[in-house]
T-cell receptor, first 114, second 112 residues
């Protein structure tokens, strides 16, 4: 069964610094990978989705993620953190496109220091 | 388009009671999924409905059930509530060709 592991439950960066949130997947079939963000007291918002069309996926709010099959990774990055990026980020995987039985990672809470 | 809406947003129930939560998907979306989010277990998939039929089911006891109506609105029901059912219940909708699932704000259920 597919699964994802997020390395680091908490990440703290300074405003303007690089954001790197790590996600490794375990899937027996080519995966569909997602990053979602959750702000306090809100639902999840889709940041980006990997569907094998391109290994570098650009998302909203300046985020992007690179699919690396050799490393089974799908890390999320943003060149310059903003205070508004402070939230919880979830990596997720499904084994089919439009298969809504997604498996989520435990989440990484991002703190941005002024 | 209006987003996914969930009602109620907050709910307090007593152990042993039952509860029904409602989800209205984005217009045109026929798939509705439900997730449970807790600090200890994280986000866990409950079930998915598509065109009024349950298409996928997670690993939850039979006390958790759901249904979908012809207008794609969905309800989930939890019977004989336990303290451990306290959680944020999230609903998500999607359609073929959509970039992914779109989540509602959730219903926070507290069981006392």
């Amino acid at each position: 069964a597919q699964s994802v592991t997020q390395l680091g439950s908490h990440v703290s960066v300074s405003e303007g610094a690089l954001v790197l949130l790590r996600c490794n997947y375990s899937s027996s079939v080519p995966p569909y990978l997602f990053w979602y963000v959750q702000y306090p007291n809100q639902g999840l918002q889709l940041l980006l989705k990997y569907t094998s069309a391109a290994t570098l996926v650009k998302g909203i709010n300046g985020f992007e993620a690179e699919f690396k099959k050799s490393e089974t990774s799908f890390h999320l990055t943003k060149p310059s953190a903003h205070m508004s990026d402070a939230a919880e980020y979830f990596c997720a995987v499904s084994d089919e496109d439009n298969n809504n039985d997604m498996r989520f990672g435990a989440g990484t809470r991002l703190t941005v220091k002024p | 388009k209006a987003g996914v809406t969930q009602t109620p947003r907050y709910l307090i129930k007593t152990r042993g009671q039952q509860v029904t939560l409602s989800c209205s998907p984005i217009s045109g979306h026929r798939s509705v999924s439900w997730y449970q989010q807790t600090p200890g277990q994280g986000l866990q998939f409950l079930f998915e409905y598509f065109s009024e039929t349950q298409r996928n089911k997670g690993n939850f006891p039979g006390r958790f059930s759901g249904r979908q109506f012809s207008n794609s609105r969905s309800e989930m029901n939890v019977s004989t509530l336990e303290l451990g059912d306290s959680a944020l219940y999230l609903c998500a909708s999607s359609s073929p060709g959509a970039r992914g699932q779109y989540f509602g704000p959730g219903t926070r259920l507290t069981v006392t």
